[in-house]
């Protein structure tokens, strides 16, 4: 953990707001000069407190319009291991994320799908078939928001 300040956490909630703004427009909001603002940018960068940025896309607007979070318990017959489990799991183009998770399920996986019926076809032809998967529990994805975390609260 590394120690931050502030003017850190400012930092942090403006760039996970918009990743692309620049250390002068960061700066004039922080009270900062640019420079300044650069430097502490680069420092959070170097402890990787922001380990990069990433695009968004909205699933919707390019024809996936269905997002299905499922819960997979590995089968505990033929000893598959995890990693043979994950490197399949993550060759999957629908598959978002892949989450190992403690309690009822061993993972997480966040798909995508263009309707429930290509749901159903990459279920029971990519995901049931995988290396020790075994029951698997689905929940799809009404409605999401998009919370600003512990970054987003006061310090005080």
Request: with cysteine; glycine share 10%; proline share 3%.
């Amino acid at each position: 953990m590394i120690d931050l300040d502030d003017i850190d956490f400012a930092i942090l909630r403006l760039l996970s707001e918009d990743g692309t703004q620049g250390a002068g427009a960061i700066g004039r909001v922080c009270g900062l000069s640019q420079p300044a603002a650069w430097r502490r940018i680069k420092r959070l960068r170097d402890k990787r407190a922001i380990r990069g940025l990433k695009l968004r896309l909205d699933a919707n607007k390019i024809g996936f319009g269905v997002t299905v979070f499922l819960g997979v318990k590995l089968a505990l017959k033929g000893g598959v291991g995890l990693e043979d489990f994950e490197r399949a799991v993550t060759a999957i183009p629908e598959v978002q994320t892949v989450e190992h998770v403690l309690g009822l399920y061993d993972y997480r996986l966040r798909v995508v799908a263009r309707d429930l019926p290509d749901f159903e076809r990459v279920l029971r032809r990519r995901i049931m078939t995988l290396p020790g998967a075994g029951a698997v529990e689905a929940n799809v994805l009404l409605s999401e928001e998009r919370l600003s975390g512990p970054i987003g609260q006061s310090r005080s």
